[in-house]
């Protein structure tokens, strides 16, 4: 299941998670975000052990500027409310279960 992750939850959904977080950067008119998407979407679903958060940068630019997202799809991984791992571009499924220690 994938959380969509607003500046309202990110505190509680991200932040104060007891498990480790992927959050994907993304937004509507990203060809390369569709293509990740469905990754994204796969991971969670195969991995009930991590939760999955999406942010839409046109709905949420102070988070994308929080954390420096400058170009998207960005995807970070958070354990224990600390950045752990960071991606920009497409990657493949097998580097991002890397990420997040798969």
């Known amino acids: 299941m994938v959380t969509v992750i607003t500046k309202d939850n990110f505190q509680a959904e991200v932040l104060q998670s007891d498990k480790p977080v992927l959050v994907d950067f993304w937004a509507s008119w990203c060809g390369p975000c569709k293509m990740l998407s469905p990754v994204v979407d796969q991971i969670a679903d195969e991995n009930?052990?991590?939760?999955?958060?999406?942010?839409?940068v046109d709905d949420e630019p102070e988070l994308a500027g929080q954390f420096g997202v400058m170009s998207i799809p960005t995807l970070l991984v958070f354990k224990d409310g600390q950045i752990a791992g960071q991606s920009v571009g497409v990657r493949p499924k097998a580097t991002i279960l890397e990420m997040l220690g798969k």
């Open 48 to 56: 009930p052990d991590i939760k999955v958060g999406k942010i839409n």
